[in-house]
């Protein structure tokens, strides 16, 4: 049964071992008192890791030669002691009742283990306009510089198409000993004069080399933004109508209505806006009592007409400059009556192609 127990314990120990060297981590091994010796005697360890001494059933203690540790006098009754290396060195110990027995261990701390570092996209989102050429796409490597390592950026279709909207790129990009630089990788863009929707092109990382691992992230996306339009713009949308004393605001607040006057002497201004009915308004110039100008805009949206109209009658002879807008397509009319001229009635019956 105790034979038992101790080969178990024995293959427990190996596990240990292995599991700790597997890691990069801070890790812990273990040291059995087996009667009389330490097993294993002789330990390789990494600054920060730590090693825990199982009695099981000697009259023992471990204490190291230079006094960096000691778990106290020697016992017989179970115990476990355990120690965290944080310095580098070859750390000689010993059971105090039997080292003339040879019962003796060195644990080997080496420096901090290498740290290479991660390598991940800058950005997992990019964009760049069809017109650009290239998008150059940066690579950080975080979390350590030691040793060379390199990883392989390679493109692949989102919606874009490699050959017509981007030039395919796999390439290996490389850092040295110390060097935690971004790096950036270029990725042609190809102009072209389709109207097509923004498209994308997945890029990824991977392979890491030298011991490096994989960042977060390690897969983007590069956007093109298009540049080709095939459909016309809309015309601009106006202002909203707004109601004063110089404006008049017609068929719902749809179409603006203002107008200017100048006279043969040079006396000049906007003509004050008085609103009748929905449809219609007149101007005064000069006194509120004297109308000069009578407008309205008829909605005549129907087949055949199929237009906004708008008519004007004067009762004068100066010179009057009449601005029609239309606020929902931004379509403006003007309308002159020259100077010194009686005013000729306006009935265009084709003034807003607009409707509805
Ligand atoms: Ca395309
Ligand atoms: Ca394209
Ligand atoms: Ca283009
Ligand atoms: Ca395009």
């Avoid at 981590?25 to 009389?36: D, G, H, I, K």
């Avoid at 106006?238 to 006057?261: H, N, P, S, Y």
């Avoid at 005549?300 to 008519?311: E, G, I, K, Q, T």
Wanted: proline share 7%; hydrophobic share 40%.
């Amino acid at each position: 049964m105790h034979r038992f127990s101790s080969c178990w314990l024995g293959l427990l120990l190996v596990f240990c071992l292995i599991v700790s060297a597997g890691s990069a981590r801070a890790a812990n091994f273990n040291v059995v008192l087996s009667p009389n010796i330490f097993v294993p005697s002789v330990l390789n360890i990494q600054v920060g890791d730590s090693v825990t001494w199982t009695n099981q059933g000697g009259f023992h203690n471990v204490e190291a030669v230079s006094g960096l540790f000691n778990n106290g006098p020697p016992s017989s009754d179970p115990w476990t002691f355990t120690f965290t290396f944080t310095e580098a060195g070859s750390v000689p110990y010993i059971c105090i009742v039997h080292v003339g027995l040879g019962m003796t261990g060195v644990v080997n701390v080496s420096g901090a283990p290498a740290q290479p570092g991660s390598i991940r996209f800058a950005s997992g989102a990019s964009s760049v306009n069809e017109a650009a050429g290239t998008a150059a796409i940066q690579l950080q490597r975080t979390g350590g510089s030691d040793g060379a390592v390199s990883v392989m950026f390679s493109t692949a279709n989102g919606t874009a198409t490699a050959g017509e909207d981007y030039t395919a790129t796999t390439t290996v990009v490389n850092w040295g000993d110390g060097d935690s630089s971004p790096k950036n990788v270029t990725v042609t863009i190809l102009e072209d004069t389709a109207d097509e929707p923004n498209e994308t092109v997945a890029l990824a990382l991977t392979n890491p080399g030298g011991g490096a691992t994989l960042g977060s992230p390690a897969n983007a996306t590069l956007t093109i933004v298009d540049n080709d339009d095939s459909t016309p713009p809309p015309p601009p949308p106006g202002q909203d109508c707004v109601k004063d004393a110089e404006t008049l605001c017609l068929l719902d607040d749809r179409f603006e209505v203002k107008a200017a006057f100048e006279t043969k002497q040079g006396a000049s201004g906007q003509a004050q806006a008085v609103e009748l009915t929905p449809d219609t308004g007149y101007f005064w110039f000069f006194t509120a009592e004297n109308v000069e100008l009578v407008v309205k805009v008829r909605n005549a949206c129907v087949d055949p007409f199929n237009r906004f109209w708008f008519f004007a009658g004067g009762l004068t002879n100066v010179e009057v400059d009449i601005t029609v807008r239309d606020t929902e397509t931004g379509v403006i009319r003007n309308y002159l009556n020259p100077q010194s001229t009686p005013f000729l009635p306006i009935t265009d019956t084709n003034a807003f192609d607009t409707c509805p």
